[in-house]
């Protein structure tokens, strides 16, 4: 039917265009949040409710309306008054449409109106050639239902796969009220290819034009586009003027490649790199970047990341995380974070990993870099080239069971091998578990074997050390439940009783050396561990019970929990005699109290507290206090109190952290927000970190100033950083991204 493929002229004109301008706001339309501040249901006045979908053109029929029909000898067609053609979602409308069959030439005239589910167009005139497949649209405008997006053309001509669009322009803003507009003289679409190129193209604030772009192309689907990305901007008092400029490489559909070169005026001009690689069973990313000669550290400076992940069978996994710095002050001169800053230790690992029904199994290898130029090379840990862990466990009926715990490794540090250890740890148990509460016996046995080289003769004598150890222990608890009022709401209350008894015989392991083990610090999950060192070259010697009680008050209506509460304290029968190399045993009738309370009071107040107490020197061993209140829907306002004293020292009562973390986000309307923090050493009496800032954001726009200050290194210089981003909603930002500081930083942050 001639008014068939009418429609089908039409509606390939109009979304070709469509397309290119929906990729362009799709990666951010789909979060609603993002347009809260946008006018509601702000369409065209011609739009119509669609009741059929995309999915249905297919198979449905081309219907066609008019006031009047005009067939002159069938060499001619006049269709006039509410000209209306309809298939599925599409609509094509206009005043007049005259249709010349012999050579198949159509033209429609006084606001020619196209719809369909993607999108809203409205031409003063539009003609095309059946025959070519070509089609004109002049004085058009558009408007996208799926992503948000608007803007006008003056002209559009479409032939087959190819539109092309002359002075176009196109914004996430409400049609009536347009805060930015991305403008070109020309653009040209090649759906084929799935690109458009835009020409003398500007980004405009409203009428002020911020960036010029003399030639682009994007993609207007998901094919990815070899192209230069948004540069990002900052100023820091360690670099200077910071601008990085991203050229992305699409080298093939699953791998692709971004180079980054960065100037920083008191460094430099650095070289990064980003490959990135996907198959159906591997992924991984490989980063570096290199600065040849560092205008203040006078050297090379560089870093270099692997990461990979990858599918090796059912139960089995490749993984890899391995990192390279070129120095020890790399992180403090190039990181953005205090904690990036306060890196000690770099760790590369890479190994194979499995895990089935019963079992889970490791080989890896693991080496360290120093991050910090206060820790001598003495300091750093031992390689682990390799190191082999298996767990196994097997249940039988009746809630019996056996398993073991085994590892081997050898340890490296001066190049070549120095050590090899073997850790096996069998063991029979039996778990009982009911609604009322669980008992878990366990014995096992605890075998250590080392080999060491000739170098440890001195301090080591005996080449091949060992240790055999049983460990006895038995973890069982009780769960009582009442009703309860709270707040003066129906609630129900637990009570859970637990104890935990551990029976490890003294064994006197002065003979082992010291490779990768360190006492843990105390805290709850402590007080139900065999062991109170990491690693296996020190198994600590027990004869003890905890004794601990929790209770819970959950909301009956919601099952919310809103209380809960937590003491427990560990009770020695005998001196503690296994210790680190240089520390006395120590005979003291029980651990610190440890308790741990958290308090959801309502909706918007939430309090915790943590603390550790010395009864026999009556002092705290640390103490935390953490709360938070939100209002106004998105305003938060956060407060952490933390002290530590340092437990390993000879007098056990240095203080070796006390410091307060306050950060607050407080709306003033809805487009005005107010960000901050303050992170403060008492013990140092210095501050480690303060940012304080604006948010601004409008239907289309956002923009964060930031000011942050903060410790960069361990001899306690400072380091001031000016953010600046302005972010055009739909379609990328502009300047140093920020949002990602705001959300690490201040808990309960959204943007």
């Not at 501040?37 to 999915?55: H, I, Q």
């Not at 198994?539 to 209380?563: K, M, N, P, Y």
């Not at 002092?619 to 209002?631: A, E, G, N, P």
Request: with cysteine; net charge negative.
């Amino acid at each position: 039917m001639p008014h068939a493929r009418l429609a089908l002229s039409i509606s390939a004109l109009l979304l070709g265009f469509g397309a290119v301008s929906a990729h362009a706001g799709s990666r951010l339309d789909y979060d609603p949040a993002l347009w809260v501040l946008c006018k509601p249901n702000v369409l065209y006045d011609f739009y119509r409710p669609a009741t059929a979908s995309e999915s249905d053109r297919d198979r449905a029929q081309t219907e066609l309306w008019a006031r009047s029909i005009d067939l002159r000898d069938e060499s001619s067609y006049r269709l006039e008054g509410d000209v209306e053609i309809r298939r599925a979602d599409q609509r094509v409308a206009a005043a007049l449409l005259h249709y010349d069959p012999a050579r198949e030439t159509w033209r429609a005239e006084g606001k020619v109106q196209y719809q369909d589910a993607g999108m809203l167009m409205e031409a003063a005139s539009a003609e095309g050639e059946l025959e070519e497949e070509r089609a004109t649209l002049t004085g058009l405008r558009y408007q996208l239902l799926r992503a948000r997006g608007n803007g006008e053309a003056a002209s559009a001509t479409n032939q087959g796969d190819r539109s092309r669009l002359e002075e176009v322009s196109y914004t996430t803003c409400d049609p009536d009220d347009r805060q930015w507009t991305i403008r070109a003289r020309q653009v040209d679409i090649d759906q084929a290819e799935g690109m458009a190129t835009i020409r003398r193209g500007t980004l405009r604030l409203g009428r002020l034009p911020v960036l010029y772009l003399p030639i682009a192309t994007l993609p207007i689907d998901d094919r990815r586009k070899t192209g230069f990305l948004f540069p990002s901007v900052s100023m820091s008092r360690s670099r200077g003027f910071d601008l990085q400029l991203p050229y992305y490489l699409n080298l093939a559909p699953n791998y692709d490649a971004t180079i980054t070169p960065r100037l920083m005026t008191k460094r430099g001009a650095m070289l990064g790199a980003e490959f990135r690689y996907l198959t159906h069973t591997q992924r991984g990313r490989v980063y570096g970047a290199w600065l040849p000669n560092d205008d203040q550290a006078g050297r090379d400076r560089g870093t270099l990341t692997w990461e990979h992940r990858g599918q090796l069978g059912a139960n089995w996994q490749l993984i890899s995380n391995v990192n390279h710095i070129s120095d020890d002050r790399y992180f403090e001169d190039f990181g953005d974070s205090l904690s990036m800053a306060a890196t000690s230790l770099l760790e590369s690992t890479a190994g194979i990993y499995g895990r089935g029904r019963e079992w889970s199994a490791s080989l890896s290898i693991e080496d360290w870099t120093i991050a910090d130029p206060y820790v001598p090379q003495s300091a750093e840990p031992f390689r682990r080239l390799p190191r082999a862990l298996l767990s196994f466990e097997h249940p039988f009926r009746g809630g019996f069971l056996t398993g073991l715990r085994a590892e081997g490794v050898a340890f490296d540090r001066s190049g070549k091998l120095d050590a090899t250890r073997m850790d096996l740890h069998p063991y029979v148990g039996w778990r009982l578990e009911r609604a009322a509460g669980f008992l878990h016996p366990e014995i096992g046995l605890r075998h250590t074997q080392y080999r060491l080289d000739g170098d440890y003769a001195p301090t080591y004598p005996e080449r091949s050390p060992s240790r055999t150890t049983p460990i006895l222990s038995l973890d069982t608890g009780l769960f009582f439940e009442r009703h309860a009022k709270l707040f003066g709401n129906r609630a129900l209350q637990t009570l859970e009783p637990r104890l935990y008894y551990l029976n490890v015989p003294y064994h006197d392991q002065g003979n082992l050396p010291i490779f990768d083990t360190q006492e843990l610090g105390f805290s709850w999950g402590q007080l139900f561990r065999p062991n109170r060192f990491s690693g296996a070259d020190r198994q600590a010697d027990a004869h003890q019970a905890t004794l601990a009680v929790s209770t819970r008050f959950f909301e009956e209506d919601s099952g919310r929990e809103r209380i809960s509460a937590s003491l427990g304290q560990i009770r020695y029968f005998e001196p503690q005699r296994v210790q680190m190399p240089g520390v006395p045993a120590v005979d003291q009738a029980g651990s610190a109290f440890v308790a741990d309370t958290e308090f959801q009071l309502d909706d918007r107040w939430s309090v915790g507290v943590s603390q550790q107490w010395d009864p026999d020197r009556e002092l705290s061993d640390l103490s935390t206090l953490r709360t938070q209140y939100r209002f106004d829907g998105q305003g938060v306002v956060n407060f952490a109190y933390r002290f530590r004293r340092d437990a390993q020292t000879a007098t056990r009562d240095r203080v070796s952290l006390e410091q307060f973390d306050a950060s607050t986000l407080i709306p003033l309307n809805d487009r005005w927000r107010l960000v901050g923090r303050w992170n403060y050493s008492l013990l140092d009496r210095t501050t480690l970190e303060a940012f304080a800032g604006v948010e601004w954001e409008n239907c289309c726009l956002a923009t964060r100033v930031l000011v942050r200050r903060y410790i960069r290194n361990f001899e306690g210089e400072a380091n001031t950083s000016l953010y600046v981003e302005l972010e055009l909603k739909g379609l990328s930002s502009l300047g140093r991204k920020s949002g990602d500081l705001l959300e690490r930083a201040i808990l309960g942050y959204s943007h």
